[in-house]
């Protein structure tokens, strides 16, 4: 696919240029095409040695610093249109002053401009200079150039492109979620740069401010394919916040591409409620991509018996159909995964190759027969428990009970006014009256007055299109059950932003 990219855009590079189809005007140094090198100098007049010498001497700038500097001279324009461009059945009227803000217009305009007069170098000069002096001030028929640009982008439709070329003469175009696509690859093709720019109603954050579960993978791979960084980077960061709460609940957690899904599961700033939240969201995503007539989410059930009805001779993940997702489960930590229920589910499907099943049990084994040490958990980084809040608007105190191999904590947030909010973690009992019945049954229950928990907690939120991220260092600390000594360090921070997202990362080290 990326080589059948690469030579679209070579064809594509060469149907634009001019009748020959074969030499341009480079804007960077010769690329090293002899024949197109040879058909530029006879047009340029430049010799063929000087030119393998010094390539600078092809440089389009030179002719656009003097066909400018002729329009600046010539006082007052003309308010007729001067060049025609065929483009997509249409004839656009354009002007010679905005086409020099593309560097592709102005490359097919001083190439019909030189072909037309069939003139050397000196004679085009010489005729820019005519056309800077006072008899041409006094209005004579204007003599229209017409050239031809040939576009097989799909993206770019007859809409998208008229409002690219209206960016050549006004500052601000406003662009809608159906036509922003279009303009953006009108823009890439026209080689607009000013169109590129992160300022109001421009193509990239236009779309920075559209992000939504059936935007996000367009917009991904208009940044991949128009190579915009800045785009790529905006929808990674989006997706590794919203993935399992907004994107995991919707059907177009489909059409997310398989690159993406990885970077984000790699991703430091991936936001989940628990690591069994964000398994359940990749088997659903594996789910829809071999059920491609399904129109709305299935419930949990039908998902499960999906996956058992395959073969038993060997897990899904080992089997054809699953082989290719392997590196995608890798990037789950399932050894956050301490639920007896959860994990009997998790080998009832019959997903997961035994060998990490055993590994995660006889982990969770030896965690809680040492009262809690997860000796095999080194970096807090890449291998810590997590656990999240989504704190909403309407919040104004929110929180989750959570049990790992019998300690009991309170993960909660707090609003204290319109900016000002809190977040933290408090060890509680299971005897609590705030401890929920589903989290203790079945639960072990240590009975140490102490536990040593290195932690961090994160909050992140998104602020006129860009994330402010806050968070504590790492911490180690002992919990009990004694106020002060119960309670985490507070994570504080002011945003006027909503939803935040909140995270807790944690482990047990040995005691």
Known sequence: MKMLNSQRKIRMERRIVGAT????????HFCGDLLALSQMCNVLN????????????????????????????SGTQSGEADVILDCLGFKWELHHPQIF??????????????????????????ILKVHSTERMKKRSPVKKIIISLRINDPAVTRVAFALALKNL???????????VLGVLASAHILQFNRLFRNSPHRCVSTMLNRLTPCTIKNFY???????????????????????????????????????????????????????????????MWVYLQMNGKVQ?????????????????????????????????????????????????????????????LVRVTANHYH?????????????????????????????????????????????????HDTTSYSFSMQRIRHTDLECPSSVCEHSTISLRSERLVKYEIRAQTLVDGRWQEFGTNQIMQKFGFIKPGCKSHALKIQTVGIPIYASFAFIFPAS
Not at 319 to 344: A, N, V, Y
Request: charged share 25%; glycine share 4%; hydrophobic share 40%.
């Open 296 to 356: 709305t989410l299935p419930i949990h059930e039908t998902m499960l018996a999906f996956f058992s009805s395959f073969p038993k001779k060997s897990c899904f993940l080992e089997q054809d159909p699953g082989h290719s997702w392997m590196p995608l489960f890798l990037c789950l930590r399932l050894h956050g995964i301490t639920s007896g229920k959860d994990l009997e589910e998790i080998k009832h499907i019959n997903f997961f190759p035994e060998s990490w």
């Open 101 to 126: 803000q593309s560097e592709t217009l102005a490359k097919l305009y001083l190439t019909a401009l030189i072909q037309n007069t069939k003139s050397s170098q000196r004679d085009l000069e010489k």
């Open 221 to 283: 791979l208009a940044g991949c394919k128009y190579k915009e960084e800045q785009l790529t980077n905006a929808c990674e960061k989006w997706l590794a916040m919203n993935l399992v709460p907004l994107v995991g609940t919707q059907i177009h957690l489909r059409h997310i591409p398989e690159p993406l899904l990885y970077k984000v599961l790699k991703s430091p700033r991936l936001f989940t409620f628990s690591e069994f939240h964000l398994l359940k969201t990749l088997l």
């Open 46 to 73: 430049v010799d063929l040695d000087d030119a393998l010498k010094n390539p600078d001497k092809l440089c389009i700038s030179k002719f656009q610093k003097l066909f400018t500097e002729s329009i600046m001279d």
């Open 367 to 415: 965690a809680l027969e040492s009262g809690g040490n997860m000796v095999h958990l080194k970096d807090l980084s890449t291998q810590a428990m997590r656990f999240g809040l989504l704190f909403r608007q309407e919040y104004t105190t929110y929180s989750e009970t959570i049990s790992i191999y019998g300690y009991f904590f309170e993960i909660k947030g707090i609003k």
């Open 21 to 28: 189809n074969r030499w341009r005007f480079p804007q960077d």
């Open 169 to 179: 003469y006004m500052n601000e175009v406003e662009m809608t979620v159906d036509n």
